[in-house]
């Protein structure tokens, strides 16, 4: 079955720098992959959408980028906030089954 | 603004006894889903509705049902709850023909004692 890895770890940065979030892929490479956030307590809200055939998405300071050869997907914060700290949940299309990564808990100190 | 709403944030209930757990949005989507979400794993899918009165199971349907009467609604049950459903429980919305861009809601966090 198709797994969706994210660092277990918190990844902790300074304000004003650039986050950086890992997503891994297993076997066979998703339709997309879509990128979202959730803070504690609350449900996931949808940030970003990446489709198979595309190398890179923007949205305002935010990056994804879809590597089918080291399947991979990179999530890119620029300019981080300390409004950002939360948990990004990656997750993968295969036809009309979602995949959903564990998360990466991401803190943004001033 | 458009939004997925459940019926509460929290819940205490007994082993044995039966739940039910709301959702309703108010986006006019023909797809709704009922997830479950334990720490350490990602969102697991319990039961899926792309129509009213159309149902189809999820990765772990196993203790629960769902009921769909009206399209803005979908109902998650747990017919006799065991201390293993003790979790957080997402509900979420998509537009016709597209799982993607999923519209989640609040959650609400189930203890069975």
């Known amino acids: 079955s198709q797994k969706i890895e994210q660092n277990s770890e918190a990844l902790n940065i300074q304000e004003g720098k650039t986050a950086t979030l890992t997503c891994n892929y297993t076997?066979?490479?998703?339709?997309?992959l879509q990128w979202y956030r959730q803070d504690p307590g609350r449900g996931p809200v949808f940030l970003l959408l990446?489709?198979?055939?595309?190398k890179e998405k923007r949205k305002e300071r935010l990056k994804v980028t879809f590597d089918t050869t080291l399947k991979q997907s990179l999530f890119h914060i620029t300019a981080s906030q300390p409004a950002d700290s939360a948990t990004y949940l990656c997750?993968?299309?295969?036809?009309?089954?979602?995949?959903f990564g564990a998360g990466t808990i991401l803190r943004v100190k001033s | 603004d458009v939004k997925v709403t459940q019926s509460s944030r929290y819940l205490v209930k007994r082993t044995g006894e039966k739940v039910f757990l709301e959702c309703v949005q108010d986006?006019?989507?023909?797809?709704m889903f009922w997830y479950r979400q334990d720490p350490g794993l990602g969102l697991r899918l319990i039961y899926f509705?792309?129509?009213?009165?159309?149902?189809e199971k999820g990765d772990i349907p196993e203790g629960y049902s769902v009921s769909r009467e009206k399209k803005e609604r979908f109902s998650l049950i747990l017919e006799s709850a065991s201390t293993n459903q003790t979790s957080m429980y997402l509900c979420?919305?998509?537009?016709?023909?597209?799982?993607?861009?999923?519209?989640f809601g609040p959650g609400t966090r189930l203890t069975v004692l």
């Open positions: 979420a919305s998509s537009p016709q023909g597209s799982y993607n861009e999923q519209f």
């Open positions: 986006m006019d989507h023909e797809n």
């Open positions: 990446i489709r198979e055939n595309e």
């Open positions: 997750v993968a299309t295969y036809g009309n089954k979602l995949v």
């Open positions: 076997n066979y490479s998703p339709a997309y």
């Open positions: 509705s792309y129509d009213v009165k159309m149902k």
